[in-house]
């Protein structure tokens, strides 16, 4: 077998037409475990060993292995099944559609085109006598809180990973960022509106604290790139505050997300986060405030790539007629708990766009690119 554009189109289509919108962002989304399904049904007439593990409720893990003759290493090729909400475009979101080199539809790049090629790889080496042993994980809730990945990482411990998320050949990304999601809380006074001596503030205080923290991204995290990981991520996501229009609003929490490069950690965001807070409070003494972290992620650096990097580049040269090119990313994966679990992990894909937008799209052809590389980088790594 040949992998084609065909090919791809026509799996990447049927796991588009499958709504898996993870529950954690969007309640009532459904989860994976249809994705699961249609997956094991579609590899049931290969020579490969599948689970599907349901990790909660709806919430599915597939992990598809291909047993080698024995004394090679274990590759893994993670990727994830869920997808976020599809509020913005209900009509065509589920409805694959393919104009040119472009395949439309919700997680046609972000990630079930990047399942699409880890499946297709794994039937292409389905006659090929490999000594080691290939692992396709596609995993639940990298778009929530990566339930998936955390208990794949519990469960085996291949000798390498590679992390398949929708990107461009021919980058390979070797460190991204981490990140932060991060409530800042405001205690004001409740008061009656025509009592301001009463009354403090909660949200004339945050609005201090956000005034800072967007100067901080221009003057630090805008001034300041990482060379390889972009600028440091900031955004405010969530904001609540107040009762009423007649009484002095007491509590206002600002949710924040907010990344840390590969030499820093959150701690180093939160101890900044509280220096802005004594600044306002030199103008609101009163001012009681503080920072609840959320979640915290760790950036991702390879580490004992070595081995992988050498079989990619050699194959890239042969498919692309060029080495990959080591980068970074201003994004968070789950190639960090792949690395943080002590599994050797690089991550690559093909090149797609508006990515948890309107029209989504995956490139075809680079993503036949990137099946040929994982069949020759399988074939070479596991000898």
């Known amino acids: 077998m040949t992998v084609t554009s065909d090919s791809v189109v026509e799996l990447v289509s049927d796991l588009v037409r499958i709504e898996s919108v993870t529950p954690w962002l969007v309640p009532g989304g459904a989860g994976e475990a249809e994705v699961a399904r249609y997956i094991a049904d579609w590899l049931s007439d290969l020579p490969v060993d599948v689970v599907v593990d349901e990790i909660a409720p709806g919430r599915t893990n597939l992990v598809a292995t291909l047993r080698g003759t024995g004394g090679g290493p274990t590759l893994c090729l993670n990727a994830h099944a869920d997808t976020v909400g599809f509020g913005g475009w209900p009509d065509a979101a589920l409805v694959p559609r393919v104009d040119g080199d472009r395949l439309y539809g919700l997680g046609a790049a972000d990630d079930k085109g990047c399942c699409a090629a880890a499946l297709l790889a794994m039937r292409e080496l389905a006659g090929t006598p490999l000594q080691g042993d290939l692992v396709v994980a596609c995993v639940a809730d990298e778009e929530g809180v990566s339930i998936g990945t955390e208990r794949l990482v519990q469960q085996i411990r291949p000798d390498a990973a590679v992390v398949l998320e929708p990107d461009a050949l021919p980058r390979l990304v070797v460190e991204h960022q981490g990140f932060g999601w991060i409530d800042v809380v405001v205690h004001g006074r409740a008061a009656h509106g025509s009592a301001p001596d009463d009354g403090i503030d909660a949200i004339v205080a945050m609005a201090g604290i956000v005034t ?18 972009g600028r440091t991520v900031f955004h405010t996501g969530t904001v609540h505050g107040g009762t009423d229009y007649a009484t002095y609003p007491s509590l206002c929490t600002l949710g924040i997300e907010i990344g840390t490069q590969t030499r820093e950690r959150l701690a180093d965001r939160v101890a900044e986060i509280e220096a802005m807070i004594d600044d306002v ?8 405030a503080e920072v609840v972290v959320r979640l915290e992620r760790e950036p991702f650096v390879a580490r004992g790539h070595e081995p992988l990097l050498a079989c990619l580049d050699r194959v890239a040269e042969r498919t692309l007629g060029h080495r990959l090119t080591p980068s ?17 992990t690089l991550l690559l894909g093909p090149l797609g766009g508006n990515f948890h937008a309107p029209d989504e799209w995956l490139s075809i052809s680079e993503t036949v690119s990137v099946v040929d590389l994982l069949v020759g980088t399988s074939r070479e790594y596991l000898g």
Do not use: K, S, Y
């Not at 800072?212 to 990981?229: C, I, K, Q």
């Open 281 to 288: 409070r030199r103008d609101v003494p009163e001012l009681a």
């Open 212 to 229: 800072r923290l967007h100067r901080h991204d221009a003057e630090v995290f805008a001034a300041h790139p990482d060379p390889l990981n």
């Open 328 to 344: 970074g990313l201003n994004a968070w994966t789950d190639a960090a708990l792949m690395q943080n679990a002590g599994i050797p």
